[in-house]
């Protein structure tokens, strides 16, 4: 850029150098020129030539002007396409649900293993997990055996707003309305049920 400015004032300068030796010529101020140096006098007195010049400088400047005030095309920026997101899936059960215009809810449940209640009951206990926060919380447990009873509880408080209907001999709806249940708080599920015959339950959001 600066050079091109450079070359603008010295084409400008020259420009105007011939015009002002034009202009002593219009005036007849070349006599001791004339008379002192004539074969400087001669070349300087070759009209056609410096008419060429001026036109030649002329041109060159325009061209020069003009590239110097062009406005140059933006640079076209050029952004890799996002990577496709994965879910990779883990644990010992997992189901997602997608709600319409919300992220993807990934439910994971943990099983913790079995205890004798002293009302001769079987208890199976499950650490249920989450991708996301969600309040109020409401599952349903369905089981593979008929179901004496069921609870949630918050392994992140050991206060916590539950409550349990029964909607079939296998399901049953647990609900929370606190604490928040998330990534860092999970919950924990335990079923009731007896016999000594494995038990398989699922947990479904609503």
């Given at each position: 850029m600066l050079w091109k400015v450079w070359q603008l004032v010295a084409v400008a300068f020259a420009i105007c150098a011939l015009v002002f030796i034009e202009i002593l010529d219009w005036h007849g101020?070349?006599?001791v020129i004339e008379k002192r140096w004539p074969t400087l006098w001669a070349a300087m007195n070759n009209r056609a030539a410096r008419l060429l010049l001026i036109v030649i400088a002329i041109a060159f400047l325009s061209k020069d002007f003009?590239?110097?005030i062009a406005v140059r095309a933006p640079p076209v920026a050029r952004l890799p396409p996002p990577p496709v997101p994965q879910i990779i899936s883990g644990g010992q059960?997992?189901?997602?649900?997608?709600?319409a215009g919300s992220?993807?809810?990934k439910i994971t449940a943990l099983f913790r293993g079995y205890s004798r209640e002293t009302n001769n009951l079987r208890r199976?206990?499950?650490l249920v997990l989450s991708n996301k926060i969600v309040t109020p919380v409401t599952l349903l447990m369905s089981c593979n055996r008929e179901l004496a009873s069921a609870k949630l509880s918050s392994?992140?408080?050991r206060v916590a707003f539950t409550g349990e209907t029964k909607i079939s001999a296998t399901q049953w709806e647990l609900s929370m309305s606190a604490p928040v249940w998330g990534p860092t708080a999970p919950l924990s599920a335990v079923a009731e049920y007896s016999g000594e015959e494995e038990i398989y339950c699922t947990f479904t959001s609503r």
């Open positions: 101020r070349f006599d003009h590239d110097a059960q997992e189901m997602r649900q997608t709600a992220e993807q809810l199976a206990e499950w392994e992140a408080s």
